[in-house]
């Protein structure tokens, strides 16, 4: 229970695309899965990472963009305001990076790992972040929002990965080309 191996998940992982079920009631191993989440985050230099990256289907994400780790359960965005564009990187889609609009502040309604309710106000790259992991959480990635041309430009790299996690390969993490991995 204390030692669970956690493996990203790529591009082609069935459980990427899968929505998320609400956790109805909050445990232990919620809690473990939540702190190995966030070692992994790290260990991975990323900022952001939710469950389904990890391969599991529960709707919990953790965040920590340098101003401290959230560790959120069961997150709703409630009131979206204003617009921005980032370009962001995904763990699970390795080597690419797309531009991706999307609001600029939003109210998300959550549970800690406690079960206490928690509303939470986020603006500009913490806003970016949130919306990146919640997508996680509805089957949503990042090259959904790519526009045709990207699409086709990265068709290769896409079925290079599927082919890899059909393999059950790691995934190459010193293939970066955007600075934000989500
Ligand atoms: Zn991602």
Known sequence: ???IALRIRVYGDAS????????RKITKYHRVILSQMAQLMY???????????????????????????YKLINPVIVRKQGRQSIEE???S?????????????????AQ?????????????????????????????????????????????????MKQASKNEKMHQSNTKSCELQL
């Open 89 to 91: 990187g995904c763990l």
């Open 16 to 23: 990427l695309r899968r929505k998320a079920r609400l956790v």
């Open 93 to 109: 889609v390795p080597g690419v990076c797309i531009k991706v609009k999307r609001a600029k502040n939003v109210i998300i309604q």
């Open 43 to 69: 260990a991975e230099s990323g900022v952001g990472l939710a469950a389904p990256q990890v391969g599991f289907d529960e709707a919990m994400l953790v965040v920590d963009i340098g101003s401290g780790l």
């Open 112 to 160: 800690d790992e406690d079960g206490r309710p928690i509303s939470l106000n986020a603006e500009d790259l913490l806003a970016c972040v949130m919306q990146h992991e919640i997508d996680h959480l509805q089957g949503k990635l990042i090259v959904d929002y790519a526009p045709l041309f990207k699409k086709i430009s990265i068709r290769k790299k896409l079925e290079a």
């Open 1 to 3: 229970m204390e030692e």
